[in-house]
C-alpha cells in the first residue's frame, strides 16, 4: 500500500509556539483572583503526628487560609485502592508526605508563613525496602490496610502485613518444567527507584466555584481520570468539574496518574471562588509525586542443554512507597512481562506489592518492564555462558514467535513483529566486526539484550476522537492526548491527513485538552496512542467519508457505491466530470428549488482494545497486552580503568514497529528513551538513607545524561512487519526504548571486565570496587 | 519599602519596583509575564531559565535583580523580529530538535550568547554550550544537529552580508 503523508516528516504543528517561548505550560497561566499554595512536608518517613499548631502561621501577611488534614473528616481517594488522604491525618508515611498547606497571595507570603507551623511527631520504624517491610513482627505501615476501598478483589491486600497487594500467575507444571531442565539457574536482582524527573516541575490549579463546580488546570496526561477522582472527592458529578491540561513539559509517568491534583482540589475548596495554584520545587517534584521503578527480583531458569527453556519461576518484590494505588499497574504488570520476549512453557511468577516508607510508586516510562526484562535479559547471557552457546544463538532459541505463547499465555501471531530480524540488525550493527582490544586505558565491551511491551492499560481504555468539516472544506480534528514532546500532534495530523486524503496544512489538531470540550479517553499512556488514536481516527474519517457520499450520492442521483473520494471532491468513478465538491456538501447543499441537502458533516469514533481482558483471577492469565512491540538493543562500550566510567561507543536499536509513519519523530523516540535507559543504567537511581530520606533529590546529585553523555553513534533500524489492528499497520513504540538498555550494558560489561552487576544503576565506584576486588586488573 | 531600578529588557527601557532579593527569573515570570523563560530547578543546573545578560548567557534564576540596574537583557520573547523567526529558533524547527519544547527557550538564548560572541564556534563549543542544558526528550542529536545548522546558516547570511556591503 503506497501512503501519501504516513511515512515522511511534516512540521511539527506546535513548533512555532514552543520555540518562540509561547506555548503556555501551567506555570505560564495567571487567572484573575489567584492565590498561591505552598505545603508542609513532613521530615518524618514514619510517624504519627501528636499536635499541629498553626496560629502563628494564621496571622503572618497575605495569609488566607492555613490547612491540615484534621480540619475535616477525611477524604480517601485512589483510583484502584483508595487508601490516600490528600494531607497526612494521624500518621505521616514518607518523608515529603503533606502535612499542612498555607494559602496566600504571594508564593513567597505562603512560603514565610509555612515556616510558623509548629508539628510535634513520634517516630515509628522505618522500612525503605520491601524485604525489611514484609518481616515478621513490621510495624504496619497502614494500619487498616484491609477496610480500604478497592476496585476490585483483584488487589486484596495481605492482612496483618505490609503487602498491600500479591498477584500471581500459573501456567504449565513449574515442578515438572525445572526435572526436565538440564540447568537450573537462580539469581537475585534489584532495579533501583528512578524519578522520571521531566524538565517541567508538578503543578496544578484549582478552583471550587460558589455553585460547587470545579475547575482544574493541570499538567496530568490523564484529564479525564483526575475529573473522576476529583468529583468522587467532592461527591458531585463527574460532569461537574472540568479539567483543562496545557502544554506538558515532558512526562515520562509520573504525570500520568494524579498525584498533586487532589491535594490541589482539596486546598482549593477552604477557599471558594478563588483559583489556588501549587507549584512544586524540584525537591518536591521528587519527594512528593510519584517515583518509579523499585523493584527486587529472585529468578530461577531452568534449560535444557540443547538451550531450550523449560521453567521459569520468579519472585517479584515491589517497595512502592507510602501509598500503593499507582503501583498496583506496576508490579501487575511487571508480572505479566517478566518472562519477555521468549517462550516458557511452565511458569510461575508472583508479585508482591509492599507499604514502605518511601515516596510513592507510579508510572515511569514502560513502568514494569524493564525491571523484570532488566533479570531476565542477564539472565540469558548467564545461561548461554554457562551452556557455552552463544547468546543470540539462545534467544533465537527461544524467542516469541507465530504459535509461541508468553507467560500469560497469549499466543502470538507472525504479525506481531519479527525479533530474529530485529535481532540479525543489532548483530551487523554491533558484532560484526572485531571487538577492539583492551588497551593501556579502556576495556571494550559488548552486550545486548531483547525487550517486548504491550500497553498496560484496563480494558475499557479507549481513545476518541471528533472530525469537523468545515465550510471551506478543511477539517479539525479534537482529540485528548497529550502531546507531551513524542509527536503526538504530527503524527494525528499525518494519519487524518491520509485517511482523509487531503494534505496535512488543511487539518488543524485541537492542541489544548478540555475535558468540557474534548472527546473522552482514558489516558495518554503505555505507547498505545498510535494505535488506538490512529485507529480512532480512521474510523471517524471513514464515517465523514460516508455521511460526504451519502449527501453526494443525492446531488448526483448515483448510487454510492459507484462514488469516489478523493479529499476535493466526491465524483462518479466511472464519469469523474460527474462530481461535487466537498467544501459545497460542508457548506450545506443548495439544490435548484432553494432546499438543503444532507447533515452536518461531523463525527465522532473510538477505538478499544478487541479482545482485552482482565487476567483470570485463579491463574492470573489472559488476553491482557493485544498488541505487544518487540525488539533488540546492543552496545559496544568501552570501561575507563583509571575511573570505571562507562563510555559507550555504539548503541543499536532495532524494533519492529509494524509502520513507521513519522521518520524523524520516531528516531527522536528512540534515541531519548535509550538516553534516558542509560541514565537508569549508570548514572540515575534515587537513594535513601536508613531514615527514609532521599539523599539525592536534586538535579545536582541526580544525575540526569547531559550532552556528554550520549552514545557516540547511535544506529537505529526499524523493521516494519504490519501489526494486524495498527492503524495503517503501526504499533506503540514510544517507550520501548528504555527497557533493553540497562541490561544490555550490564552485558557489555561483564564482556568488558568479567563481573556479573544485579543491580543498576552501575556506578563508576562500584566499578572501580569490582575491578579491585579481583576483575580483570 | 520597594526599590526601583531601570534596565532594558527586549529593546524597550523598563523601571522596574522590585523587593529586595528576587532573582531575574522570578521579575520576568511574576512581574512582566514574560514566561517563556522556565523554571526547572531553581539552582542553575537544569537551563531552563538561561536568558541573556549583556552579551553573555546567564541562570536568571540564579541572577539577582538587585544588580541589573542599565543592564540589556534578552529573553525568548525579544528573538523573534516582526513576525519572523531567527535563525536559531529556524534551525531548531528544521531540525526537529524540539520534543517537549520545555528546556528549548534557554537553549536557543544560550545558543544566541554562543554564536553572537563566537560566530565561527567548533563542535566543542557547542557541546560545552549544551553541557549547561538537561533535555530529557530527545537524546541531544537533534539539537546538536540545529545547533551546527544554525551555526553554518548564520556564518552564510554574515557572508552574504558583507559581499553585499562590499559592492
Redesign the interface.
Known sequence: MAFKYVGR?I??P????????????I??I?LPHMLHAKVLRSKYAHARIVSIDTSEAESMPGVYKVITGRDREPIYYGDLIKDKTPLAVDKVRHIGDAVAVVVADTE?HARRALNKIKVEYEPLPVYVDALDAMKDGAVLIHENSDKYFRVSDFYRPVPNTNIATKYEIHKGDVRQGFEDADLVLEREFNFSHMSS?????HAAISLVKEDGTVEVWTTNVGPFVVRETVAEMFGIPISDVRVHVP????C?GYKSDPSIEPLVAYISSFVPGYPVKL?L??EEDFTSTLIGRGIRERVKIGVTKEGKFTAFEAELYLSTGAYADTGAPVIVGAVQSSGGAYEFPNAHVVGYLVYTNTPPVGALRAYGHPEPQFALERMVDIIARELGISPMELRRKNFLKEGRRNVVGEVFKSSDGDLFKCLANVEEAIFSGEKPKEDKDYYYGRGLAALIKAPIAPPFAAKSCHIKFNVDGSVSVNMSGAD????LFTEVRQIAAEALKMPPEKVRVYTEIDTQFSPWEWQTVGSAFTLQGGNAIIKAANKAIRMLKETASKVLKRDIEVLEYDGEYVYDKSYPSVRVAVKDICRGYVTEDGTVIGDVVQVSADFRMPGAQRPDPKTGMGRTGVSYTMGVQGCEIRIEKKTGKVIVDKFATSLDVGKVISP??IR?Q???????GLGEALTEGIRFDSNGKIVNA???KYK?P???D?PKE?IVKFVETPDAIGPFGARGMAEHPVIGVPPAILNAIYDAIGHDFYEVPVTPEKIKDALEKGGKS | MDRVLTLTINGVKRTIYYEGNETLLEILREKLNLTGTKFGCGYGVCGACTVVVNGEAVNSCKTAFRNLEGAEVLTIEGLAKDGKLHPIQQAFIDANAVQCGFCTPGIIMRLYALFTNNPDASEDDIMEALSHHLCRCTGYESIITAAKLARDRLMEGAKLAQQYMKK
Do not use: P, W
Open positions: 516528516d512540521q511539527r506546535d513548533a512555532i509556539e514552543r520555540v518562540t517561548g509561547k506555548a503556555i505550560f506555570d505560564d495567571r513567597r524527573a521531566a524538565i517541567e516541575v502544554y506538558i513539559g515532558g515520562f507549584r520545587t524540584r507531551v514532546g513524542q509527536g524523524s519523530n527522536g528512540v534515541l531519548g528513551g535509550s538516553l534516558m536534586n538535579l545536582v540526569l547531559t550532552v556528554y550520549i547511535h
